[in-house]
């Protein structure tokens, strides 16, 4: 055996440690909403099972074989190829060590989702979205309209009828700071996980001192129409009547 | 002062990654054959526990403390790709530890035409069976080749699953509303790679370069439920290690690469299409997701667009990690270089019809 490659009853604990890991951010808490889209949800928990389930069975195992003093053969990984990542008899593969540190990262780290410090390093994006072409649907009659800051970015950049104009809305983000003074509000969006996000700003004219950096607000506001529009990458703004705090909301991505 | 020997901690096995390797080849010659069999099988299993308890006392320690925000943006990153990925991966060891357990390797001989210049095509086709993301073809493929179908077969399939499935296909054409010829340019050109990476494997592959489990693993087991969960333990903390690798890799990318110097690149014709390409490699992006990054990526020609989306599934860093784990590095870097730069002229090709 191999010094340094984690035997059964380690390889168990290893198993149910990953898998108490992902249970922690998906069953017990929502934190794994910092993290990837909500529709995984029921995929983590599965995972985070199925882990569980088969390191507890490893570990009834590695436990009978402590008992009989033998060692495992049902697999024999037999090696004398010598080129690394080898495996020999009731040895689990030394890279399994690196499972360690996502788990350190989840119980320790905690880290928070991505906000200020991504945003601040992106351009906003706004792809013309298909209703561009076809028309936007009607705006939720409310006043003022609660909207997606994505949504706000699509129709001020895109939707020529102008559905915006003179309506009053409510946004919700972050704030991150502008260039040459003022500040945005910002969401990020991701498709799948962090690795894929991407932000959306809205530039917030008025409403009083700029919040501090990183800070959920919800601003309530009327469209600018002289900002640019019909560019991906164009900010739009919004005259601010009421910048209120927040707090973060349970998905901080859009 | 507990939570700087926690940074440590992350930082050294952040560069310790890239010797870790060197490291086992040497450990892998078992010049401690020699220590006793009872004291090693306890000794890594204690490590991890006191381990464990002396990080949950450091929890408490540490509660409350926030990092700077670039290794909040890091970690966050990092745990996304491992957590994103995670299911994928368990589902395609599952489904390779099944193969193992349950599938008699005849069925599976019989399954493949013997010559492989049509058994490349079918195999690639075959990818659109597997609804996932690149992290469950690497097993499976891995298996394929242990029971005894032909490499470039199975090879071709490891490219064209992730590209071509229809979940991922299903989110090109929500990316690209009112793109149709989007998607199917993401189907040809994918297609087109896998199998010309297939039959240049069958022409130019060289079986010393593969490591597959076949001799790794002489004898493939009785079958059955111990063998199912010896596997499946075996496979998933191997692919699990190397997948961390990756996830490390490309979360660095993505918070070191500025996304700024992406629109000051993107104007240059033909460098685009490079910059793109290699832009998919570095950042890992989950090819049910690419697409919408793509989207994102405006100011590039649809043929540079395209040729993030076919090169992402099949080389990116998580992915040539996972590669060089299962089938050896020798095998690595040659077929992810390969297939790169017939990714690239596929794009380059396909976007200029099609596009």
């Known amino acids: 055996m191999r010094r340094g490659s984690p035997n059964s009853g380690a390889r168990a604990v290893l198993q149910i440690l990953l898998g108490a890991a992902v249970l922690h951010i998906s069953l017990f808490s929502e934190m794994y909403l910092r993290y990837v889209r909500q529709a995984l949800r029921p995929y983590l928990v599965a995972s985070g099972v199925l882990l569980v389930l088969v390191g507890l069975v490893g570990a009834v195992v590695a436990v009978r074989e402590a008992l009989h003093g033998r060692v495992e053969h049902p697999e024999q990984y037999e090696h004398g190829d010598g080129d690394g990542h080898g495996h020999s008899h009731g040895s689990g593969p030394r890279i399994a060590w690196l499972l360690v540190l996502p788990v350190l990262a989840i119980f320790l780290l905690a880290p928070g989702a991505l906000g200020a410090y991504t945003a601040q390093r992106s351009d906003s994006t706004t792809v013309k979205p298909a209703a561009a072409n076809t028309g936007f649907a009607p705006l939720p009659t409310t006043d003022p309209a609660p909207l997606r800051l994505a949504d706000f970015d699509a129709r001020a950049v895109w939707d020529s009828s102008g559905s915006l104009k003179g309506r009053r809305v409510r946004l919700t983000g972050f704030a991150t700071s502008k260039d040459g003074g003022g500040w945005y509000l910002t969401r990020l969006t991701i498709t799948c996980c962090a690795a894929d996000a991407r932000s959306s700003k809205v530039e917030i004219r008025g409403g009083g001192a700029p919040p501090p950096q990183g800070s959920w607000v919800e601003v309530t506001g009327v469209w600018q129409s002289d900002s640019e529009a019909g560019r991906d990458n164009a900010i739009p703004s919004l005259a601010a009547e009421r910048v209120s705090a927040t707090s973060e909301p349970d998905n901080p991505y859009e | ?355």
């Not at chain 2, 990654?17 to 099988?41: H, I, K, M, P, W």
């Not at chain 2, 995670?86 to 399954?111: D, H, K, M, Q």
């Not at chain 2, 997701?289 to 667009?305: E, I, K, Q, W």
């Open chain 2, 1 to 355: 002062m507990a939570r700087e020997s926690v940074i440590e901690a992350v930082q050294t096995d952040q560069t310790d990654q890239t010797d870790l390797t060197a490291r086992t080849e040497s450990a892998a010659t078992g010049v401690r054959a020699g220590r006793s069999r009872f004291g090693s099988n306890f000794g890594s299993l204690e490590l991890l526990v006191v381990g464990m308890v002396v990080l949950l006392v450091t929890r408490q320690l540490v509660a409350g403390w926030v990092g700077p925000p670039w290794l909040e943006a890091w970690a966050a990153v990092f745990v996304a790709i491992c957590v994103q990925a995670l299911p994928f991966l368990l589902f395609g060891v599952v489904l390779s530890a099944c193969i193992a357990a349950f599938v008699p390797t005849s069925l599976l001989e019989r399954a493949l035409p013997r010559n492989p210049v049509l058994a490349v095509p079918i195999a690639g086709v075959a990818g659109v069976v597997l609804p996932g993301c690149e992290c469950a073809s690497v097993p499976v493929a891995d298996r394929l080749i242990a029971r005894g179908v032909a490499p470039a077969a199975a090879l071709a399939f490891l490219l064209s699953s992730p590209a071509i499935n229809p979940v991922v296909l299903v989110a090109t054409s929500v990316a690209f509303r009112g793109q149709p010829e989007m998607v199917l340019a993401r189907l040809v050109a994918s297609l087109a790679t896998a199998v010309v990476m297939g039959l240049l494997w069958a022409r130019f592959g060289r079986p010393e370069w593969l490591r597959p489990r076949s001799r790794r693993e002489p004898s493939a087991g009785t079958g059955g439920w111990a063998s199912f969960r010896a596997t499946l333990e075996h496979d998933f903390l191997h692919a699990g290690g190397f997948l961390v690798i990756g996830g490390m890799t490309a979360a660095t990318l993505n918070v070191a690469v500025p996304r700024g110097l992406l629109s000051s690149l993107a104007g240059l014709p033909g460098i685009s299409v490079l910059m793109l390409g290699l832009l998919a490699v570095l950042l890992a992006v989950c090819s049910e997701a690419d697409a919408f990054v793509a989207a994102g990526l405006s100011g590039f020609s649809p043929t540079a667009r395209l040729a993030f989306m076919v090169v992402g599934p099949m080389v990116d860093v998580k992915l040539i990690a996972l590669q060089a784990g299962t089938f050896g590095r020798a095998f690595a870097w040659r077929f992810s270089g390969a297939t790169f730069v017939v990714a690239l002229l596929s794009s380059g090709l396909v976007g200029w019809w099609l596009l």
